[in-house]
């Protein structure tokens, strides 16, 4: 298991459009390709090994990948073929969930897995409102746990209340309905990530949004194909925010990122707390797409209890700038942080404590008391995202980060990046 050591060198002002491309999107454009019957061209796919899972499930299920200098042109098969092996979703929730969906109405049996991490994360959240529309899904524990397998079947139509705000949960049940009797409807308690239905609408599907619910019609004809270019993904990018938030007087320009409002809530919060934040918009083709700027200023403590599953992936990195901000912050119903690629809440606090950080848990969230960080060993638990935001808490104090092959499942050029603000040893 490789290690790395990060410390200070002071301040910066760091512009790059480098950042990963966008995890979400991509993972879409790899699935969603398959929903056509003429070759999908996506440039600037992210090539991270989740996603890559994702493409290779694709290029298992039938589809020819072809790359071409930063270009992927994913040409489906006519039907989705029967794989003999099982499909390894490695560490990604999204990859797995939205094959749930997928896979259910397609002709055939299908086994999907992951990693260790990946097979201890709740799936009855999707296979159960599928299993109630006759989707035949079988699993560890009843279902809930991968390995997974399924027998595609022709599903019935849905009108779901999801109690949860996950656009895992909603883009499976998505992929079901295109191919469902009749129409469906599925409505959410606070709205998640919109990638899914704005795709799906960019190709032709009749999916209707309307406020909280979405109304999908079944899909008698192959979509259009995707013609899509990925832009940054604004939860890579936002390490460098807190980087330069947490750092008074330094700066990052990030560009071509995603702005997609359900993405983009952090960086209002590192903007509550006292860090100038400047959205640049420069395209608007499928979704926002610009530049984000953040300068470091006298951060102070902030609450956050609302839209949470539009920053639920930045809270880790946000936990680093609520140790360096006056004052005690406060997270609150972020339950969901516990089942993401680890325990969030428990991986954070512990972490914190490591570093002389004062917090206090609770079930759906924590209390940080910000103060001085301490040099300590931080250990990833496996988990990209911390892995990365304690990385970036060593440009303000040396920090010992155990565990870091997991960077690589999002942002493999990470540590390439970090090494021109930190000293990376
Ligand atoms: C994702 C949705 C979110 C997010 C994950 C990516 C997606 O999960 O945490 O990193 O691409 O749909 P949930 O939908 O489970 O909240």
């Known amino acids: 298991m490789?290690?790395?050591?990060?410390?200070?060198?002071?301040?910066?002002?760091?512009?790059?459009?480098?950042?990963?491309?966008?995890?979400?999107?991509?993972?879409?454009?790899?699935?969603?390709s398959l929903l056509s019957d003429k070759p999908s061209t996506v440039w600037n796919y992210l090539q991270a090994e989740d996603t890559l899972c994702t493409l290779?499930?694709?290029?298992?299920?039938?589809?020819?990948?072809?790359?071409?200098?930063?270009?992927?042109?994913?040409?489906?098969?006519?039907?989705v073929v029967e794989p003999p092996l099982i499909l390894d979703c490695g560490n990604s929730g999204t990859a797995i969930r939205l094959l749930m969906g997928f896979l259910s109405t397609c002709k055939g049996f299908f086994v999907l897995s992951g990693d260790s991490y990946l097979c201890s994360r709740p799936m009855r959240r999707v296979a159960d409102?599928?299993?109630?529309?006759?989707?035949?899904i079988d699993g560890r524990s009843e279902g809930n746990y991968a390995p997974l397998g399924i027998r595609g079947q022709s599903l019935k139509s849905f009108d779901y209340e999801s109690k949860i705000a996950s656009a895992q949960v909603k883009s499976a049940l998505i992929l079901a309905a295109l191919k469902a009797q009749d129409v469906c409807t599925f409505s959410e308690p606070e709205l998640s990530r919109d990638?899914?239905?704005?795709?799906?609408?960019?190709?032709?599907?009749?999916?209707?949004?309307?406020?909280?619910?979405?109304?999908?019609?079944?899909?008698?004809?192959?979509?259009?194909?995707?013609?899509?270019?990925?832009?940054?993904?604004?939860?890579?990018?936002?390490?460098?925010?807190?980087?330069?938030?947490?750092?008074?007087?330094?700066?990052?320009?990030?560009?071509?990122?995603?702005?997609?409002k359900t993405r983009i809530e952090a960086y209002k919060v590192l903007s509550r707390m006292g860090a100038h934040v400047e959205f640049i918009e420069t395209d608007n083709t499928y979704d926002s797409v610009g530049d984000i700027i953040v300068t470091g200023k006298e951060l102070h403590a902030v609450c956050v209890e609302e839209n949470i599953s539009w920053l639920i992936d930045e809270l880790p990195a946000l936990s680093i700038a609520f140790a360096c901000a006056s004052g005690k912050s406060v997270v609150k119903n972020a339950q969901e942080l516990r089942v993401k690629e680890?325990?969030?809440?428990?991986?954070?606090?512990?972490?914190?404590?490591?570093?002389?950080?004062?917090?206090?848990?609770?079930?759906?969230?924590?209390?940080?008391e910000g103060g001085a960080l301490q040099s300590a060993t931080i250990n990833s638990f496996g988990d990209h995202r911390i892995a990365m935001s304690f990385a970036i808490a060593g440009i303000i104090a040396k920090m010992h980060i155990e565990d870091i092959d997991c960077i690589n499942t999002s942002f493999p050029n990470f540590i390439e990046l970090l090494s021109q603000i930190g000293k990376v040893e």
């Open 2 to 32: 490789k290690k790395m050591i990060v410390s200070p060198l002071g301040g910066f002002d760091f512009e790059t459009d480098k950042i990963a491309s966008d995890k979400s999107m991509s993972h879409r454009c790899a699935i969603f």
């Open 56 to 79: 290779s499930i694709v290029e298992s299920l039938g589809a020819k990948i072809e790359k071409k200098e930063g270009v992927l042109i994913i040409t489906p098969p006519h039907e």
């Open 129 to 136: 409102p599928l299993r109630h529309i006759g989707a035949m």
């Open 195 to 260: 990638h899914s239905e704005r795709m799906l609408r960019g190709m032709g599907a009749k999916v209707e949004s309307q406020g909280l619910k979405v109304t999908i019609y079944p899909q008698k004809s192959p979509l259009k194909p995707l013609n899509i270019k990925v832009p940054n993904d604004p939860s890579s990018g936002f390490f460098f925010a807190v980087a330069a938030a947490i750092t008074k007087g330094s700066s990052v320009v990030l560009k071509n990122m995603l702005l997609n």
């Open 342 to 368: 680890s325990d969030r809440i428990s991986s954070v606090v512990k972490n914190l404590r490591l570093c002389g950080i004062s917090v206090e848990e609770f079930e759906d969230g924590y209390e940080v």
